[in-house]
Antibody, heavy 119, light 106 residues
Framework: EVQLLESGGVLVQPGGSLRLSCAASGFTFGNCGMTWVRQAPGKGLEWVSA????????YYADSVKGRFTISRDNSKNTLYLQMNSLSAEDTALYYCAKELSFRGPLDSWGQGTLVTVSS | EIVLTQSPATLSLSPGERATLSCRAS??????LAWYQQKPGQTPRLLMY???NRATGFPARFSGSGSGTDFTLTISSLEPEDFAIYYC????????FGQGTKVEIK
């Protein structure tokens, strides 16, 4: 059974930094592209960032480019999202999700970790 | 950036009725279009991929169609568990989600 378990979400002050983690199990992590998707309270889904299976290629939404860095450690089956220069607009539930295939849909999602940016 | 526009924003229907949800792309996404179902307090769940392929666990009353810029998700006869928010998402160029359509009980 595929499992994705996010962690690292906390209350952080504006301008602060945070690193989210997503521990994966139940599939061959190193074979799958991974993404981060966020959902602000009461709002829709917003794609944040993605990384190729081997980690060579990374992609970012314009809203986070230059502030967030996605990475992965295939030896630890873990996905990361380093978040810097946080603002209130980054407050959201952050999901990690697994791609079914290259350019495929997101077929498995974690339960999410809540990031709150507030003074 | 490819923009996905979903309509209507809210669909008020009764159990047993047919639901038709639309997703329009600002440019062609071929068939790299997926649909997700999200119930309150729950994680999004893949419902349909490549525009018309039903994901595991969803019954045949769910169907998807379209290619290029216009896509439709149809629920032939609504069951109580189908009332939820539905999002479309493209993977043709980067990743984009639509703003969602809420299917609510009338």
């Amino acid at each position: 059974e595929v499992q994705l378990l996010e962690s690292g979400g906390v209350l952080v002050q504006p301008g602060g930094s945070l690193r989210l983690s997503c521990a994966a199990s139940g599939f061959t992590f190193g074979n799958c592209g991974m993404t981060w998707v966020r959902q602000a309270p009461g709002k829709g889904l917003e794609w944040v960032s993605a990384i190729s299976a081997g980690g060579e290629r990374t992609y970012y939404a314009d809203s986070v480019k230059g502030r967030f860095t996605i990475s992965r450690d295939n030896s630890k089956n873990t996905l990361y999202l380093q978040m810097n220069s946080l603002s209130a607009e980054d407050t959201a539930l952050y999901y990690c999700a697994k791609e079914l295939s290259f350019r495929g849909p997101l077929d498995s999602w974690g339960q999410g970790t809540l990031v709150t940016v507030s003074s | 950036e490819i923009v996905l526009t979903q309509s209507p924003a809210t669909l008020s229907l009764s159990p047993g009725e047919r639901a038709t949800l639309s997703c329009r792309a600002s440019q062609s996404v071929s068939n790299f279009l997926a649909w997700y179902q999200q119930k309150p307090g729950q994680t999004p769940r893949l419902l349909m991929y490549n525009a018309s392929n039903r994901a595991t666990g969803f019954p045949a009353r769910f169907s998807g169609s379209g290619s290029g810029t216009d896509f439709t998700l149809t629920i032939s006869s609504l069951e109580p568990e189908d009332f939820a928010i539905y999002y479309c998402q493209q993977r043709y160029d980067s990743w984009t989600f639509g703003q969602g359509t809420k299917v609510e009980i009338k």
